[in-house]
C-alpha cells in the first residue's frame, strides 16, 4: 500500500490523499447517523447523548466544509485556493471587527483594512513577493493605519482602537495569508505537492486541539488560567501537544522532511496553534462572549469561523517563516 | 425582470456586508398580516429588515419611505416602488391629507408593513420616545400583529458621510407579538412598545 503510493506521480498522490479523507468523513458522517438513530433508555440520557452528537456532528460537517475547500483549491490551482483564503480571512475579520466596537472614527481604517490592506497583502503572496508580504502588515499597515485614524479627529480610547484593529488585521488577515502563501514557497525535491503542506499544518494543529480538548474533558484537572479558560491545562496541553508532534512525524511521508524534523515541525506549529487559540480566548473572555459565534448576546450573527481557524491563523506564520528559514527560501 | 435583479443583488450586496441574519426569538417567521416596529439608526435599517425577512414573507411586507426624498430622481423612484414596494408617506405638514392615510391603505389591502416609530433617526444607542402612529393603526387594525425587533449595529456600516459601507455583522432579533391592551393609554402602550423594543438589545 504504502509503496503503491509512494510510486504515484505527486498529481495522484494528492488525489489518493483526497479519496482516503472523503472516504473516512463519510466513514465518519455515515457512523454519527447510525448514532442518531439509536434509542435510549430514559429521557435524561437521551437528551445528553444527543447533545454529545449534535457537537459531533457540527465537527464532522466544518470537517466536510474544510476539505471541501482544500479540494476544490487543489483542482482549480494556488490561484483559486488564495481566493478562498481571501474570503476567509473577510469573514473571520468581519467576525472580530463586530465584536470589538469600533467609533465612527474608525471607519476610514475599517475600509482600508477590508479593501486595502486584505487584497493587497494576498496579492503579494500571489505574485510570491516573500520578503514583502512578511513586513507588510507589521511594519507598513502598523504604522499607516493609525494616521487615518488620527485624521478622523476623535481622540477617545484612540490606542485601544487601533489596538484592536491592528490585532484583528494580524490573526485574521496576516496569520490567515500564511497558510494559502506555503503552496507558493519552492521547497528543494517537493514539486507539485505543496497542497500537502497546507494540508499537513492544518491536520496537525487541528488534531492537537482536538486531543488537548478530549483529555482535558477526561482529566478534570484544576485550569491553568481560570479566569480565562476552564479546560486549559499544562497536562492535557503536553500530551495534545506531544500525540500532534507524533502524528506529524507519521505523516512524514507527505512532507518534505524525515520523521525526526516532521516532529519538530509539528512541534512547533502546534504550541504557536494552542497559544495562540488561548490568547484568542482572553480577547473573548474581555469582550464577555464565550465564542465569536456565540448566541448568548444580540451583537452578532457570526457563525463562529473564527473560533475554528484561530489556532491555525496563530500556527500558519510560524510554520511558514520556520520552514523557510530552514530550507533557506 | 431588471426590479428582480437589482433585489437579488442588494440581497446580495447586504449578506456579503452584514450577514444580514434575522433572529426569530418570541415568535417564528410566519405569514400573517404584522406591523414590524423597529429602532431607527441608519438609512439601512429598512433594507436590513427587508434582507432578514425570509423571501416568503419580503413580498407581502412593505415599508414606509419619505415621499419627498425617496421619489426625487426616477432611479430612487424606481428602486423604492419596483424593487422594495414600499408605502410612500409626505413629511410636510401642509398637505391636509392624514400622514397615515397611506398605512392604512396599505393595511387594509392586507400588506403586513415595517414602522420605525421613532419618527426620525437617531444617533445614539437609546432609542427616541416612539410616536403616536403605531398606537393609531394598532388600535384600528386589531387584527394585525405588531411584532417589535431590535435592529443591531447597522449604524456602524455605513456612518453619515461616508460613502464606502465596511462590512460587520448586523442582526435583527424579532421579539414577542404584543396588543394593546383594553383601554390602554396612548402614552403607556407606546412606552412598553418602546422598552419591547429595547429589551431585544440583551437577548
Known amino acids: 500500500m504504502y509503496h503503491y503510493l509512494k510510486n504515484l506521480g505527486p498529481t495522484q498522490q494528492v488525489g489518493a490523499l483526497f479519496i482516503i479523507v472523503f472516504g473516512l468523513l463519510l466513514l465518519s458522517s455515515i457512523v454519527a447517523f447510525l448514532m442518531s438513530l439509536r434509542e435510549h433508555g430514559d429521557d435524561e440520557t437521551g437528551d445528553r447523548k444527543r447533545a454529545e452528537l449534535k457537537n459531533l456532528d457540527g465537527i464532522i460537517r466544518t470537517s466536510w466544509l474544510m476539505v471541501f475547500v482544500f479540494w476544490v483549491g487543489w483542482l482549480s490551482g494556488p490561484l483559486v485556493a488564495l481566493s478562498l483564503f481571501g474570503g476567509l480571512s473577510f469573514f473571520a475579520l468581519r467576525e472580530f471587527m463586530t465584536l470589538s466596537p469600533t467609533r465612527l472614527g474608525d471607519h476610514r481604517s475599517l475600509v482600508l483594512a477590508f479593501f486595502v490592506v486584505l487584497p493587497l497583502q494576498y496579492w503579494l503572496v500571489a505574485t510570491e513577493h516573500f520578503d514583502m508580504f512578511a513586513v507588510f502588515i507589521p511594519v507598513y499597515v502598523f504604522l499607516a493605519l493609525p494616521i487615518a485614524s488620527a485624521l478622523a479627529n476623535d481622540p477617545q480610547r484612540f490606542l485601544e482602537r487601533n489596538a484592536k484593529l491592528q490585532w484583528g488585521i494580524m490573526v485574521c488577515i496576516y496569520g490567515m495569508s500564511h497558510v494559502p502563501a506555503l503552496l507558493m514557497l519552492k521547497f528543494p525535491g517537493y514539486d507539485h505537492r505543496n497542497a500537502f503542506m497546507v494540508f499537513f499544518l492544518v491536520l496537525v494543529v487541528q488534531f492537537c486541539m482536538a486531543v488537548q480538548h478530549l483529555v482535558s474533558r477526561k482529566l478534570k484537572l484544576p485550569p491553568a488560567a481560570p479566569a480565562i479558560s476552564m479546560s486549559f491545562n499544562w497536562p492535557s496541553w503536553w500530551i495534545g501537544v506531544f500525540s500532534a508532534s507524533l502524528f506529524g512525524a507519521l505523516l512524514a511521508g507527505i512532507t518534505p522532511w524525515v520523521p525526526g524534523t516532521a516532529f519538530a515541525f509539528s512541534f512547533i506549529a502546534c504550541v504557536a496553534g494552542t497559544m495562540g487559540h488561548f490568547v484568542m480566548k482572553a480577547l473573548k473572555r474581555d469582550r464577555g462572549i464565550p465564542s465569536w459565534g456565540g448566541n448568548m448576546r444580540a451583537v452578532t450573527g457570526a457563525g463562529g469561523l473564527l473560533d475554528r481557524v484561530d489556532a491555525l491563523c496563530f500556527a500558519a506564520p510560524v510554520f511558514f517563516h520556520s520552514a523557510r528559514w530552514y530550507f533557506d527560501l | ?203
Request: aromatic content about 10%; charged content about 20%; glycine content about 6%.
Open chain 2, 1 to 203: 425582470m431588471l426590479a428582480k435583479l437589482m433585489s437579488y443583488f442588494l440581497l446580495g450586496l447586504i449578506r456579503f456586508l452584514t450577514g444580514a441574519q434575522a433572529r426569530w426569538h418570541g415568535c417564528p417567521p410566519k405569514a400573517e398580516q404584522r406591523i414590524y416596529f423597529a429602532n431607527h439608526q441608519s438609512h439601512a435599517d429598512l433594507v436590513m429588515i427587508w434582507a432578514a425577512l425570509p423571501k416568503e414573507l419580503r413580498h407581502i411586507t412593505r415599508a414606509i419611505a419619505a415621499k419627498d426624498y425617496w421619489t426625487k430622481s426616477p432611479f430612487r423612484q424606481w428602486l423604492t416602488t419596483e424593487v422594495f414596494h414600499v408605502i410612500y408617506v409626505s413629511r410636510d405638514r401642509t398637505s391636509d391629507e392624514d400622514p397615515l392615510e397611506p398605512l392604512i391603505e396599505a393595511l387594509a389591502n392586507g400588506d403586513s408593513i415595517i414602522l420605525f416609530p421613532e419618527g426620525t433617526r437617531g444617533h445614539t444607542g437609546e432609542p427616541q420616545a416612539f410616536k403616536a402612529g403605531l398606537y393609531n393603526l394598532a388600535t384600528r387594525f386589531p387584527n394585525v400583529v405588531l411584532v417589535p425587533a431590535w435592529i443591531n449595529n447597522v449604524q456602524h456600516v455605513l456612518p453619515k458621510g461616508e460613502v464606502v459601507p465596511v462590512p460587520v455583522l448586523c442582526s435583527v432579533t424579532f421579539g414577542a407579538p404584543m396588543q394593546v391592551a383594553d383601554g390602554e393609554e396612548r402614552r403607556t402602550f407606546l412606552d412598553r412598545a418602546r422598552n419591547a423594543v429595547v429589551a431585544l438589545r440583551d437577548v
